[in-house]
């Protein structure tokens, strides 16, 4: 430990706050990443499995914020739960609440333990017996506790330091005058606290190094109290960060996060005169007096709290208006346009809303199967996949309208269109699955590079499944060319069978791996497949509509284990 006899030089004191610092974010570094690897099983589990209630989430964040003892490992892992859609809006928004007041235990455990025990009586043997387990264990968990129990003793090592850097600082050079009288020196401590997280990417280290100063004196508590509002607001930076190129989902969290963090700190400012001066009334100038380290954790936690007992009448409106905010095409696609269940009263018009939700689904899924046809996709894989999944949910949408029609007692004319929409709905859904595969095999490196003769027979053929998606897309009483729809099918599977043959007949001589062989004729028969539930999709809307063609139904392929076999 530091000695306290000499002043300490302008050097020295540069190297102790430094070395201090530096010793606290290490120790905090280690102690969330031990905690986070010994129990990451148990920490998915709490976050993925206890939120599902505005109450359980808002416990599971407080929760796990406490013994990771990291706000922003939780709020990130809470944005990617969000992100892969495992967290609704509302659970990760309270999740975020409760992280907010589960951070303050590491201003409690500094003001509680820092300053009231020495140090090296528990720090220097904590980072021993850590690094002990975490050398000689050979099991995951044990080993890792060993390395969270080394951070925590390095932790307050820095703690002791850093008391020590403001000591000697505040002997030479008169910190206070940083918190200027009045407005003013409030919002210039707030902005440092929030620059110091930002810089250090660590709201617990400017805690700390507020908790250290004012204990050694070198700053009013006022100015220590603002520095800690300022703090709070810097950790809204890094959620902010996560979100680029996230979800829509994952960035309404991080705005949920600013804005919780906002209305937090605004509180704080206001009422930190009056918790200051209901302090001195209550304690007046007795003895009794909480250390100025247990005050402003006892106002951490305190703000943190009001700020969600405020949130709590305003988060589902604020929910509300977040839903409607970066709305992603995924969202769009999968929420219904046509389906409203004030219909349901009323068959006949619940059906035509039933058929124009299905037209449309139809819609997204030609565009889909097109776009996996072209020369040069302009979707990636994964966002076909996405878009998939969007229409799976759309799907169960027009199912669950459908099934909530036919609960009374309705004519067979109406049970058969309900019936044969939700047929054709599922001919569309196959339609994208078909074109998710295709993608797959196209934009993610799959498909083995061939030569330019075989690259623009297959463009061909794929341009002329194209034409008559096209074809096969255009309304009943829209003028179609006048070659017959159900011939230029009829080409196309003829063609196909001539391209199957050469290619197969080009891997046999090597002109082609086999490899490569395989895998585009995977491609072709999925492209082939997709046409046939197109066509079935089309034909039973024309007889659903009235329009239905003369030609009978083209029956499908039989189904084959190998996409090329004869």
């Known amino acids: 430990m530091m000695e306290t006899g000499a002043p300490l030089s302008a050097l020295a004191m540069t190297a102790a706050f430094l070395g201090g610092l530096g010793l606290f974010l290490l120790g905090m570094s280690l102690l969330t990443d031990g905690l986070k690897l010994a129990g990451g099983r148990a920490l998915r589990h709490i976050l993925g499995d206890w939120t599902r209630t505005r109450l359980r989430a808002l416990i599971s964040g407080i929760t796990v914020t406490a013994l990771v003892q990291s706000s922003s490992a939780v709020t990130v892992a809470t944005i990617g739960f969000a992100n892969a ?31 009231n025990l020495r140090i090296e009586a528990f720090a220097l043997p904590a980072v021993g017996i850590g690094a002990l387990l975490y050398l000689f264990l050979r099991r995951v968990r044990p080993r890792h506790l060993g390395l969270a129990l080394a951070g925590f003793g390095l932790l307050f090592l820095g703690i002791d330091v850093l008391q020590h850097a403001f000591a000697g600082l505040s002997q030479q050079v008169d910190l ?40 050694s004196g070198a700053v009013p508590i006022e100015a220590a109290a603002a520095a800690v509002i300022g703090a709070n607001l810097g950790t809204t930076v ?21 804005f919780f963090n906002g209305l937090t700190a ?29 005050l402003l954790a ?36 999968a929420q219904p346009r046509f389906l409203d269940r004030n219909l349901i009263a009323v068959p006949d018009l619940a059906v035509q809303s ?66 044969s929409a939700i ?13 998710q595969e295709i993608a797959e095999l196209r934009t993610g490196g799959d498909l083995p590079l061939i030569s330019r003769h075989w690259h623009e027979r297959i463009d061909r053929w794929r341009q002329l499944a194209q034409r008559w998606l096209d074809l096969n897309h255009l309304e009943p009483d829209e003028d179609r060319e ?7 099918l009829d080409e196309i599977l003829a063609d196909y069978q001539r391209l199957k043959q050469q290619l197969l007949g080009a891997g046999a001589r090597g002109d082609l791996s086999l490899e490569a062989m395989d895998q585009h004729l995977t491609a072709l028969s999925l492209a082939r497949r997709l046409l046939f539930q197109a066509d079935k999709a089309r034909r039973l809307t024309d007889t659903l509509e009235g329009a239905a063609v003369a030609a009978p139904p083209i029956p499908p392929p039989p189904e084959r284990t190998n996409a090329h076999s004869p």
């Open 238 to 258: 890094k959620a902010l960060l996560v979100t680029i190129g996230a979800t829509a989902n994952a960035r309404r969290v991080a705005i949920g996060h600013v």
């Open 176 to 215: 206070a005058a940083l918190a200027r009288p009045g407005l003013s020196g409030v919002l210039m401590m707030v902005l440092l606290g929030a620059l110091l997280t930002v810089l250090m990417q660590s709201s617990s280290a400017s805690m700390a190094m507020a908790l250290t100063a004012t204990m």
């Open 298 to 333: 006892l106002f951490h936690t305190g703000f943190n709290l009001l700020g969600v007992l405020l949130m709590a009448p305003l988060a589902p409106f604020m929910i509300r208006w977040l839903n409607r905010r970066f709305r992603a095409t995924e969202e769009d696609i």
């Open 85 to 115: 859609g495992l967290l609704t809006l509302s659970q990760s928004i309270w999740v975020i609440f409760g992280s907010n007041v589960g951070t303050t235990m590491t201003g409690w455990l500094v003001a509680l333990i820092g300053f």
């Open 423 to 435: 047929r054709i709905a599922r001919y569309h859904r196959d339609v994208a699955h078909l074109a």
């Open 482 to 488: 006048p070659h017959p729809i159900g011939e230029l």
């Open 354 to 419: 039933l058929l124009q939700e299905t037209r449309r689904l139809g819609d997204i899924c030609y565009h889909l199967a097109r776009d996996t046809l072209q020369p040069r996709p302009s979707l990636r894989a994964e966002e076909v996949q996405s878009r998939t999944e969007a229409t799976n949910r759309l799907l169960e949408s027009i199912i669950e309208f459908a099934a909530a029609t036919s609960r009374g007692h309705l004519p067979e004319q109406i049970q058969n269109e309900m019936a």
């Open 266 to 294: 605004v509180v704080a400012l206001l009422i930190l005169p009056w918790f200051l001066a209901a302090i001195a009334w209550t304690y007046g100038t007795t003895a009794d007096a909480p250390s100025p380290a247990v």
